[in-house]
């Protein structure tokens, strides 16, 4: 039966910050009636209870009792820069009236310098060695500037190392009891601490009680409760401080993510490894311990504080005695080898000190974290990922998406509608908070944010439009863990950025190393908030946008440029380019992002941008121009096509840059306004240089590099072909499929060649495994894309081998700008209303029992949102089962899940014919600029006519 004594009291705690130095009060609880543990009294036999008394010493007779006790002589100071030196004299330590007295008194005829003091200092070690359970003293202690009385443990044998290594616990400690605090109080404080770490200077942590009288005027008992992995400490059996072992923070893949809770820590040997770790066990207080008394007189902490120094006049004469009426020690009967069951707890013992309770923080250093791969997130910018929902927690508002600014967009707006009963907003993926329709495609989808942990962050967006009433009230951030059992984390918002201010928006960015040392579990995130403190946001309306979980890494890949100099008369105003009547001809604006630089074009590549034309402005056209160097080194140069900019809507907007000499580069990039007197709204100009496949020839094939015209002769090896040199393409994985493409022609007078390319593990031999394409017959004078699909692979295959091979020998063709490109966003599947889906066979069935809705949802959605302004398709691989009828596939794409469907519209249907898996593309029209989609579902017309369905790609078009 576990045992546990609950003791309430009045109680003034003081957070010891170091030993020896400066305390910070932190709070008062309420008062409250004192109990007392169940312990066995002195000289009655056990009963029962449940703490046992295992040894005593009541100092009733008159003379230390040396079977329980040793003697320490010696004069070193105690490691403390004390003056005493402690003897076996009985004018320093003697038994009388029931009580054991320590005397410090200064030598006859000393003045008060380096060893002119004596006292003494007992032992109880090798005699009474203990490991866990209730240690009591009472005693009145001394007073007077330098006076350190101390009950305290060392370990018996030492077994982790020296000092601080095995450990060190104070159970009570109090200097210059009586001399005048800075605020010309009397000192009364009393301290608990406990020394760690792996030295040679100690890491200790502890905290001080204050009593309503001085301990140097009565009797006091000064106690601990020591069991496996906690300590804690009660003056007059009132608790004032609890001290654990820290606690590490797993997340649900097994990691080390951070601590729990910080606590005491050992620096242990690991045997694997030879090499010494931070070890968050309840060592080193897992071992014997004997206990200690003894008075010092001076030091480094007595000395330091209150009226400083020694007042030797406190010592002269009769000196200052230290009385102990008794020392006691109980076993816990519960679990005697734990010391667990019997605890002596009061309301907030495991309560942190900085949050009003008693559970003091200690000085454990963080461990180490195994990080994963970067994984970041936008929830809302716009528009808001289908798997989390804008959230009033209990508050009886419902958030709504409301349009701020033309910049800002859609925004999400938050309001106080219950007055100060209290509420929370934010960001929320969790079951009972998603819609319920399962055709939503939305499902609880908690965070991986680890692999960001060294420089990631949640950043969000806050514009406050109407205050809290309240004028105290503090706006808040909070985060939360799988459910809130992954754990918590509030918090001030202003900590990670201004003082939100009425009308203006704020940036907050809150980092993942924060969130994680305050015990949030970072791959389990599922709710992200802000509000006013609870029960004062009354009056409050604020708005929140751009929420996400960002890498704070340089993302990989292109670049953005800087049009942020004009020339020429050219002129800038934010994103607005304009190039007035009367500027030079050559007015333009330049790239002053020299990131970008320097450029090559030896596969071509690609240029976009997002552009709109001003209100009350007409219509222009664009051009870019790529230099070697700014003017006047600027040759090699090449300009782009131009582009005309038409209209008020923004849009996506994609320039191909063709192939240019393998040895040119280019360090200048201009934007030029092709009228005069026009203006044109551009931004997130991005440049991409094409990473195409580059071949040579093996097994006696023939390649024409100038021409790029590819044969495969008659008297070629069987297996002769084509690799891939360029190695920035590998690895390659398909878990979701992919295409290659190329462009291919026919030379004059030349027939049809059939060509297929091949994916391998490595270079032969180490091939396996392996897979080719479908074969592609390239035809015609003229040139033309071609594209290949490629199927879905097993997740754990990677490709770093790369062929091409043709069919027909001594056919040439010419082929370019081979490009070989992963799907990322292969939709997923899963049924509602009854509707079927196989997943060992990718059989799809809408079965006759069904309901007439009934289809299937796709449930990636980072394909969201999608915008088919210029159009797009939809590619999917489809085989009839043995033995199945034709079947009629169609697809439908909506604004959102079920109910808030519209804008919506419909592709296909599309009927599969064949037993054999065959590629369908579906063509989208373009829709409306302005609609976005961010529901993707798939129907089949005909009941009970089964079609396997795999590889389902969407693809959204630019607007050139």
């Known amino acids: 039966m576990k045992r546990i004594t609950i003791v309430t009291g009045a109680v003034s705690v003081l957070l010891l910050s170091a030993c020896g130095g400066d305390v910070e009060t932190e709070t008062n609880l309420d008062a409250i009636d004192t109990s007392t543990p169940d312990v066995q009294q002195v000289g009655e036999d056990f009963t029962g209870s449940d703490w046992r008394l295992v040894w005593n010493d009541e100092f009733d007779g008159t003379t230390i009792n040396t079977s329980n006790w040793n003697y320490e002589v010696n004069c070193d100071g105690g490691g403390n820069q004390e003056f005493q030196c402690y003897t076996d004299s009985e004018e320093n330590a003697f038994v009388s009236d029931g009580t054991l007295k320590i005397v410090s008194k200064l030598t006859e005829g000393a ?15 090798n005699k009474a060695d203990f490991k866990y359970g209730r240690i009591v003293m009472r005693a009145k202690l001394p007073m007077g500037q330098g006076s350190w009385p101390a009950f305290w443990m060392m370990p018996t044998d030492s077994v982790y190392g020296g000092w601080p290594k095995s450990g060190e616990i104070d159970i009570m400690e109090a200097v210059n009891l009586g001399a005048m605090r800075s605020d010309g109080t009397p000192e009364t404080n009393v301290y608990g601490t406990i020394h760690y770490g792996g030295g040679p200077a100690s890491d200790f942590s502890g905290a001080s009680y204050t009593p309503e009288t001085s301990p ?16 804690r400490w009660y003056f007059n059996d009132t608790l004032f401080a609890t001290q654990r072992q820290s606690e590490l923070n797993v997340s649900s893949t097994g990691e080390v993510v951070g601590l729990n809770h910080r606590g005491w820590y050992a620096e242990l040997y690991n045997i694997a490894t030879g090499e010494l770790e931070n070890n968050y066990s309840p060592a080193p207080f897992d071992q014997d311990f004997f206990l200690i008394l003894n008075s010092a007189v001076g030091g480094n902490w007595p000395a330091s504080v209150n009226e400083t120094g020694i007042d030797v006049s406190a010592f002269e004469g009769a000196g200052q005695t230290y009385e102990i009426d008794f020392v006691r020690v109980y076993q816990c009967t519960a679990d005697p080898d734990t010391g667990r069951g019997c605890e002596t707890i009061s309301p907030g013992y495991e309560t942190d000190v900085a949050d009003g309770g008693f559970l003091v923080e200690g000085q454990a250093p963080s461990p180490s974290l195994a990080a994963g791969e970067a994984n970041p997130i936008t929830i809302f910018d716009d528009v808001i990922d289908p798997n989390w929902v804008a959230w009033d927690c209990c508050g009886g508002s419902t958030p709504g998406l409301v349009e701020d600014d033309e910049d800002r967009g859609n925004v999400y707006e938050f309001e106080v509608q219950n007055g100060n009963n209290g509420t929370v907003f934010g960001f929320i993926t969790r079951a009972a908070f998603l819609p319920q329709d399962p055709t939503s495609g939305s499902s609880p989808t908690p965070h991986n944010a680890l692999g960001m942990i060294e420089s990631g962050y949640v950043t969000v967006d806050v514009k406050v439009m109407s205050a809290p009433l309240n004028p105290d009230s503090q706006w808040l951030f909070k985060i939360e863990a799988d459910e809130g059992s992954g754990g918590e ?7 990670f950025g201004p003082e939100p201010i009425v009308g203006e928006w704020a940036t907050y960015q809150v980092p993942l190393q924060d969130i994680a040392d305050a015990g949030v579990d970072l791959t389990l995130l599922d709710v992200i908030m802000v509000f006013p403190a609870w029960q004062t946001g009354d009056g409050a309306v604020f708005r929140m946008d ?12 292109p ?10 008369g050219a002129s800038i105003d934010g994103t607005t380019y304009s190039f007035p009547v009367g500027s030079e001809v050559w007015g333009g604006f330049a790239n002053t992002n020299t990131n970008l630089y320097p450029l090559n074009f030896v596969n071509g590549g690609t240029l976009t941008f997002t552009a709109s034309i001003p209100d009350g402005a007409n219509d222009t056209s664009i051009r870019f121009v790529f230099e070697n160097a700014p003017f006047p080194d600027v040759d090699p140069n090449f300009a782009t096509a131009n582009i005309d900019i038409v209209g008020n809507q923004a849009r996506t907007y994609t320039v191909n840059i063709p192939p240019q000499d393998a040895e040119n580069t280019y360090s200048s990039f201009l934007l030029y306004i092709n ?30 590099a100038a021409t790029s015209t590819y044969t495969f002769p008659a008297n070629a090896e069987v297996w002769g072909g084509f690799a891939n040199t360029n190695t920035d393409l590998y690895p390659l994985t398909f878990e979701r499929g992919g295409k290659v493409t190329f462009t291919g022609s026919i030379p004059s007078g030349e027939s049809d060649v059939t060509v297929n390319f091949r994916f391998e593990k490595a270079a032969f031999p180490d091939v396996d495994p392996a897979f080719s394409t479908d074969n592609v017959v390239v035809s015609g004078l003229t040139e033309q894309t071609y594209t290949v699909y490629i199927p879905p692979q097993d997740a754990e295959n990677t490709y770093s081998s790369f062929l091409l091979y043709l069919v027909d020998r001594d056919s040439p063709v010419i082929i370019k700008n081979i490009v070989v490109s992963q799907n990322e966003n292969v939709a997923t599947w899963e049924g509602f209303g009854n509707a079927t889906i196989d997943a060992d066979t990718g059989e799809f069935n809408f079965p006759s029992n069904a309901e007439v809705w009934a289809g299937f949802a796709n449930t990636n959605s980072s394909a969201y949102p999608l915008n088919f302004a210029a159009g797009g398709r939809v590619e999917f691989s489809a085989a009839l089962p043995g033995g199945g009828s034709d079947t009629n596939v169609r697809f439908l794409f909506e604004k959102n899940p079920f109910p808030d469907v519209d804008p919506n519209f419909g592709v296909g249907p599309v009927t599969v014919t064949s037993t054999t898996m065959t590629r369908y593309v579906v063509e989208i029209p373009p829709q409306p600029a302005e609609n976005t989609f961010s529901s993707f ?4 017309n005909e009941n009970d006519s089964p079609v396997i369905i795999k590889d389902v790609v969407v693809t959204a078009d630019r607007p050139q």
Do not use: C
């Not at 984390?489 to 900590?495: D, G, H, I, T």
């Not at 670049?559 to 020429?568: C, D, R, S, V």
């Open 111 to 125: 003045s008060g310098e380096d060893d002119d003091f004596t006292s003494a200092r007992l032992t109880t070690q």
């Open 216 to 231: 140097a005027s009565d009797f006091n008992t000064y106690a601990i409760e020591w069991q496996e992995g906690e300590i």
């Open 489 to 495: 984390w509030e918090v001030p918002l202003a900590n």
């Open 546 to 557: 751009n929420v996400a979980i960002e890498s704070g890494e340089e993302a990989s890949g």
């Open 559 to 568: 670049m953005f440029a800087e049009f942020t100099e004009g020339f020429g």
């Open 675 to 704: 009228e005069a007197g026009n203006s044109v709204n551009i931004q997130d100009v991005k440049v991409v240089a094409n990473n195409h496949a580059r071949m040579e020839g093996f097994g006696n094939v023939s390649f024409d």
């Open 937 to 940: 579902l798939l129907y089949l």
